[in-house]
């Protein structure tokens, strides 16, 4: 019996206890293995560089971790950095774990159903370049992350904005690579003791802040920039102790603003769907102001703002009346619909109805014109002291509107320069005499100066009263294309002529000095461009320099100027006039002559101010006598006896065409005659070389000059064949 039990005992094992057995050790060493190679992975250079293949748009690394389980990893000192469009984040967390799942890689799916991350900082600013996304090509890996999950989130750097509290945040979302498809899965986040700083300042402190968030599968093409808000839904529960406002007025007349630590409040409860507000959405912001005038009187107020929402959204500001405070406001605004205005703020404003009325200081006075009248070329720049008592109906300023702008710096930029000065600006909308109401703007610069666009740094002008007056449709739609203008300055002074020679042809014709006086009265569109208008330059004692010819006297230069060919700049000049007075001028030998004048008259000439310059037409002159003509071609003493006659028989009538274009002035068909002598010429003058005919006739006399440069040709017999068989310079 004892024999059998014992032989019962040896028995070999069941074969399926066997197999138990080594699968048991097989899946020992199999996770042995796993711990040995998944941990050297994490630890080994080639794992970090796998996952940063494309480091411009996304690089990660950690110090170290370790793994327990496929498909379970966890890693100490994260950080995370990515390029997307013009934008540029990063985070960093002490202690991340999460889970892999494996089977989806075969579907070319990085699944992560969960991530748990310790001590989270981050950060969001903008970058300096942009990296577009790529074209859509399908079959592209997708990388899904269900929930990224933390109670320690420490703040970050938000578009220079500084958060620092105590966050807690569940966020998950999905990428398909290759351009794909995106979405962000419903989220969550909140934040207690948050405080927000910006350049050293905080602006919210103690702040509270519950936020839901969710947006759509999308592709990135298909909903560039703001347009994504149509797929983007969230929630926001914000209360914080905000900052209160510091105003300074300094001994210059000028505000300065602070923000101050104060006891304000910023409470929000939003709600965001596709773009619009909800209906029972509210905000309000409480802010002390305290103004500080010289002397160092202070003031104290409070501003309040109110954000309601029900099918449409209003908004009002109020700062109360207190006796001697530098500010008060009363505004109120309506705008139908609910959907954020990111787009183009006009087009909602047109279906705006309120009121702002009050007076205060801003620091940036640029927008208030643009409520009046849209003009690029002309702007106020620089804090001042508004007075205004608005009224918008209908996306109109309804007549009565009124807005009063002191103590501005404005800018008009007309015919290549800009006009720069300290200035007020007084609006109305009124009406109109068809009935309609029209918007009319006054600007006026009690000091200003002028210099060329191109070198605002060379004044040339200098005066003390320029007035710019517009006037334009009161619809903010219809401003633009029905603005006219009209700018008008009165004898500002030009300190050295000299200024006017960059608009000059070239060296054959300058000012070699003098001062003078300049009026102007233009009229201008909304792009800056002149129609109409006239332009006076009155010189005292000027000089100027005509081939090798010095003149010395009083200059009135009348322009005329009406619109002509708008794309190359062109301008008709017909009407114009140029007076010499009292010239003075020595010829080559050293002969002098004085008391000389003349009158120009431009009949139909056009001048274009674009590059290359050029003007040309025909032209009218009256003169003393021809003696500068015949100068310009040799001196007197170089023509026959008679020619002293000529010259001293009286005042002449002449008539011609010119022509400037770029560094080249020509005198074409040009005639000159009385009862008793007729002079004809035609002149080029560029570089150093002029070059020209000249026929003198007096009775059966007459005598020619054929110029070249420094080379003069005396032509006395047949001078009139000579004459005319020599070509015109001009068609």
């Known amino acids: 019996m004892d024999t059998t039990r014992r032989k019962r005992t040896h028995q070999p094992s069941p074969r399926w206890q066997r197999r138990l057995r080594r699968g048991a050790i097989a899946a020992l060493l199999a996770y042995a293995a796993y711990l040995l190679l998944g941990n050297l992975f994490l630890h080994a250079s080639l794992a970090q560089s796998l996952v940063n293949g494309k480091p411009e748009k996304f690089q990660m690394a950690w110090a170290g971790g370790h793994t327990l389980w496929p498909g379970r990893v966890v890693l100490r000192e994260v950080r995370m950095q990515g390029h997307v469009r013009r934008t540029q984040w990063s985070v960093e967390s002490d202690r991340v774990r999460g889970r892999i799942a494996l089977w989806p890689l075969l579907r070319k799916q990085v699944h992560v159903p969960w991530v748990q991350a310790d001590a989270v900082h981050g950060s969001v600013g903008r970058a300096e370049a942009d990296i577009p996304p790529p074209p859509h090509q399908p079959g592209g890996w997708t990388l899904r992350i ?179 405070h530098p500010v008060a406001l009363q505004a109120s605004l ?94 109305v909308i009124e009406a109109a005499s068809d009935g309609s109401s029209r918007s009319r703007v006054e600007v006026a610069m009690t000091r200003f100066d002028a210099a060329p666009l191109a070198t605002p740094g060379r004044k040339f002008v200098s005066g003390n009263d320029l007035r710019v007056e517009l006037v334009s449709d009161a619809r903010l739609d219809h401003m633009r294309e029905t603005l006219q203008a009209r700018m008008r300055f009165r004898q500002a002074r030009i300190p050295d002529l ?15 000095g003098g001062s003078g006086l300049l009026t102007g009265d233009l009229q201008v569109d909304a792009d800056g461009d002149v129609g109409a208008g006239t332009l006076r ?120 065409r010119w022509q400037w274009r770029g560094d080249a002035l020509v005198l074409d068909r040009a005639r000159a005659a009385n009862d008793r002598f007729t002079v004809d010429a035609r002149l080029h003058l560029q570089g150093a070389r002029p070059r020209g005919d000249l026929l003198v006739g007096w009775g059966r006399l007459g005598v020619g000059v054929e110029l070249d440069g420094g080379r003069r040709q005396f032509h006395v017999r047949n001078a009139r064949q000579w004459y005319d068989g020599r070509p015109n310079l001009l068609r």
């Open 146 to 324: 269900d929930r990224i999950h933390s109670d320690s989130i420490r703040g970050g750097d938000v578009f220079d904005w500084m958060l620092s509290g105590n966050g807690r945040a569940e966020v998950g979302f999905s990428k398909e690579f290759r351009g794909g498809a995106a979405e962000l899965f419903p989220s969550t986040a909140s934040f207690e003791s948050l405080s927000a700083t910006r350049d050293g300042e905080t602006w919210l402190h103690d702040a509270r802040i519950d936020a839901a968030f969710s947006m759509a599968s999308h592709l990135s093409s298909d909903y560039p920039g703001m347009a994504k808000l149509d797929l983007f839904a969230a929630t926001l529960a914000l209360d914080a102790t905000a900052v209160g406002w510091r105003s300074e007025l300094d001994e210059a007349g000028n505000y300065h603003f602070d923000a101050v630590p104060g006891e304000g409040r910023v409470e929000a409860r939003l709600a965001l769907d596709k773009g619009r507000l909800s209906p029972g959405d509210r905000l309000r912001v409480h802010a002390p102001l305290h103004a500080r005038e010289p002397g160092g009187v202070s003031l104290e107020n409070t501003l309040d703002i109110a954000l309601d929402v029900d099918d449409a959204l209003h908004l009002q500001a109020t700062v109360p009346e207190r006796e001697g």
């Open 537 to 656: 330059v009155d010189g005292r004692g000027a000089r100027l320099a005509v081939a090798d010819l010095d003149l010395r006297g009083d200059l009135v230069l009348d322009a005329r100027l009406r619109r002509g060919n708008l794309q190359r700049g062109e301008f008709a000049l017909g009407g114009s006039r140029v007076e010499l007075r009292n010239v003075a001028f020595t010829e080559r030998s050293g002969t002098m002559r004085s008391g000389w004048w003349a009158v120009v008259d431009l009949d139909d000439g056009r001048v274009a101010w674009k590059q290359p310059s050029s003007a040309g037409g025909r032209v009218r002159m009256r003169m003393q006598d021809v003696g500068f003509l015949l100068s310009l071609f040799a001196d007197r003493g170089d023509y026959p006896a008679w020619i002293g006659r000529v010259v001293d028989a009286g005042e002449a009538r002449a008539e011609g």
């Open 498 to 512: 000299t200024v006017f020679n960059p608009y000059l042809p070239n060296d054959r014709l300058r000012f070699r």
């Open 334 to 427: 309506r705008l139908p619909d609910t959907t954020l205005p990111t787009g183009d703020w006009r087009t909602r404003l047109a279906t705006a109805a309120g009121e702002v009325r009050g007076r205060w200081h801003v620091p940036s006075i640029g927008g208030m014109l643009a409520l009046f009248a849209h003009a690029d070329w002309l702007g106020l720049e620089g804090s001042g002291r508004v007075d205004a008592d608005l009224r918008l109906a209908q996306g109109r300023l309804a007549e009565g509107s009124r807005l009063r702008v002191e103590d501005v710096v404005a800018k008009a930029e007309v015919l290549g320069n800009v006009f720069h000065g300290n200035a007020r600006a007084d609006a």
